[in-house]
């Protein structure tokens, strides 16, 4: 019978973790459960780092970013004996079960936890959006506000001094937080790491637009595709237009999380809870149709996420034309793909999707 429990964030943060957080805590102490919480990650758990929490060490913190917990990344956490320790510092304090907020890295320390006879809960904390089991991710809707308001303030200097723009989001080798950016932000064109896409069909595209009249451009893109820097100067050497990129980095995973961030985050603390009280463990949460699912964690690391949600991109589809992209040298070509969503940009570039290629991608990551 579980009596005490733990709870840590790991990896990259994202806004409503502490959300999270609060609602795994009050939802333990309602079930009369005692709850400790671990700092920087995995790599507190291993230094042993840990303090128990109440109802008042989470009072005013479901409105603030990051976490206060904190977060580490902590490669060493793979090896046995490292982990080993770890669970000897847990039963030292008699904790019984573990929740982790993060993403599908932190997951994979819950599964080996997990088959170590440690059960553990995730939580999808990662704005990506890239965890599988789950529509969404905590910390998603938040980083989208922001991205789109920095895309509205970058319209507004672009159409002043008819420059075209190329905005870098995060995402990692998830496409859904540029596609829903890009047309919340109205921008001209999208380019994901999904598909496949040639610069110059991108190039020709602007130009044809600058032909009928258009004097400027927004291009959000997804890291990793390529070097935004180089392909800026390559846009403006081709289209003799001014031609400027910007990298929002971290400050997307900044700010106050957004209502709905709140509202998952909280649900999915208690869901958590319900879940280690009813015996479960290697599970991860998610939420699906606005339901509250688990699956097994094994299936959010080893399947990956679908590419961006498909209502999304179908309606896209129905309000432009489709055609394929020409052959081009293939020196010219990047991984991805763009969609041109104006009246002016009037059709979406969209190969065949190369999954492949995405799953080469992601294997090498950490």
């Known amino acids: 019978m579980i009596k005490k429990i733990g709870v840590l964030t790991s990896g990259g943060d994202s806004p409503g973790m502490n959300a999270a957080i609060r609602g ?34 989470v009072s005013d913190m479901i409105n603030r970013g990051g976490t206060f917990l904190g977060s580490a990344r902590f490669p060493e956490f793979r090896d046995e004996n490292v982990r080993a320790k770890a669970i000897e510092n847990l039963k030292n304090r008699g904790i019984d079960a573990l929740v982790v907020i993060g993403g599908d890295g932190s997951y994979m320390g ?19 959006n890239d965890v599988a089991g789950t529509d969404y991710t905590i910390g998603y ?15 507004d200097t672009s159409s002043s001094h008819q420059r075209i ?19 919340a932000g109205g ?71 957004v209502a709905y961030d709140r509202i998952l985050a909280s649900r999915m603390g208690a869901y958590a809870i319900e879940l280690l009280l009813q015996g479960y463990g290697g599970r991860c949460v998610g939420i699906q149709n606005e339901k509250m699912v688990h699956h097994d964690i094994i299936d959010a690391i080893e399947n990956m996420k679908r590419p961006f949600k498909g209502d999304w991109l179908e309606t896209a589809k129905k309000t432009v034309l489709i055609r394929r992209s020409p052959p081009h040298d293939d020196s010219l070509r990047f991984t991805g793909a763009f969609l041109c969503l104006s009246a002016t940009y009037s059709r979406i570039i969209y190969p065949k999707i190369f999954y492949s290629l995405i799953a080469g991608k992601v294997s090498g990551r950490l």
């Open 165 to 183: 723009s190329i905005v870098e989001v995060m995402g990692r080798y998830c496409g859904d937080l540029t596609l829903a950016a890009a047309i």
């Open 24 to 57: 795994v805590v009050r939802s333990a102490l309602s079930e009369g459960l005692e709850v400790f919480g671990i700092y920087d990650g995995y790599l507190g758990l291993y230094e042993d780092r840990m303090e128990q929490l109440d109802r008042y060490s």
């Open 187 to 257: 921008c001209e064109f999208i380019v994901l790491p999904e598909i496949e896409f040639n610069r110059e069909d991108l190039v020709c595209e602007i130009k044809a637009g600058i032909a009928k009249g258009k004097k400027h451009a927004i291009v959000a893109i997804t890291e990793h595709i390529c070097d935004i820097d180089e392909l800026a100067r390559h846009i403006e050497q081709e289209t003799k237009r001014e031609t400027r990129a910007t990298v929002l980095g971290h400050i997307q995973r900044g700010g106050s999380p």
């Open 110 to 128: 819950a599964k080996r936890l997990t088959e170590e006879g440690f059960p553990c809960i995730g939580l999808p904390g990662t704005i990506d």
């Open 141 to 155: 809707f938040t980083a989208l506000e922001t991205v789109v308001e920095a895309i509205d303030r970058l319209r």
